[in-house]
């Protein structure tokens, strides 16, 4: 198999490729049994079965090692532009490589105890490679891409917001309850709880003062929250919006090539009609 139709094969296939529909096929189901062994594993029952879930982790982890070493081998492929070298170190690098590299780690400790088999649970990234099979998957990808500057932005309004919140508490609530507000991380840990809406009740403030600071924090948290929702939103909008546009325009350049198709045959059978009869006497030629 050359490397131009192995490409084909493990990128997301039509309805008319059949061995690259069933690797999609193959690849989701790989990864849903992995999210199912991931969670299942954690249950009492499943004692009785560890050998065959060992098996069936080894064959799925093997499966997803083979289609990452398949995607450094045709990832000039993915990236035209840039020669093969470049093409697999930009891959490697990327966010679809690296949640492919960390995907097959886990057939590494998975025979380990304590703090290795922790990063089993790394496998659940894989579930990611999905996106490329969903549309609506796929726009919010899109959506996170363009609007990244300003979710970035949002992100770190509330970042500033929340540090100078919790050096704030801290100070106004650490004399009265210095166990709760024992240092700036104590009064972060509020200030991320009364931000986000979440309010566990396990530091609260007791001083007037800090209920007050307190009470204006959680007001002025859920709009400033909320900005990068609305950002999320907008940007989703305005992304179906361009897919659906896409989509008509696709649909009037078919529709149109299909119209002057029958235009074309209309002529066709005009032009036919029109010579099968003599031009001087006007009777129908055999």
């Known amino acids: 198999m050359n490397r131009k139709r192995a490409f084909t094969i493990i990128q997301v296939g039509n309805l008319s490729d059949f061995p690259s529909r069933a690797y999609d096929i193959s690849l989701v189901f790989a990864v849903a049994v992995n999210i199912f062994i991931a969670i299942f594993d954690t249950f009492p029952q499943a004692e009785p079965y560890e050998k065959i879930i060992w098996a069936v982790e080894c064959v799925t982890v093997i499966f997803f090692a083979i289609d990452y070493v398949l995607r450094i081998w045709t990832a000039d492929y993915l990236y035209e532009t840039m020669s093969p070298a470049k093409a697999r170190l930009k891959f490697i690098f990327s966010w679809a490589g690296l949640v492919d590299l960390l995907s097959c780690l886990p057939f590494l400790a998975a025979s380990g105890g304590g703090t290795l088999r922790m990063f089993r649970i790394i496998r659940i990234l894989r579930v990611f490679r999905i996106h490329h099979y969903a549309d609506p998957l796929r726009v919010i990808g899109d959506v996170i891409k363009k609007k990244q500057g300003q979710l970035l932005s949002s992100i770190f309004i509330v970042f500033i917001l929340m540090i100078a919140s919790s050096l704030m508490m801290y100070n106004l609530e650490h004399e009265a309850q210095p166990e709760a507000f ?3 991380f104590s009064g972060f840990w509020w200030a991320a709880n009364t931000l986000l809406t979440v309010g566990y009740g396990d530091i609260v403030p007791v001083t007037l003062a800090g209920k007050i600071c307190g009470t204006l924090l ?3 948290g859920v709009g400033i929250v909320a900005i990068p929702t609305g950002i999320l939103s907008a940007g989703f909008m305005e992304q179906v919006s361009i897919v659906r ?7 009037v350049i078919r529709d149109t090539a299909f119209a002057e198709e029958e235009v074309l ?3 066709d059978e005009k032009e036919k009609e029109e010579y099968s009869y003599c031009p001087y006497c006007g009777k129908r030629l055999p």
């Open 218 to 220: 959680t007001f002025l």
């Open 265 to 267: 045959a209309e002529i």
């Open 245 to 251: 546009e896409k989509a008509v325009v696709e649909g």
């Open 182 to 184: 024992a240092n700036a």
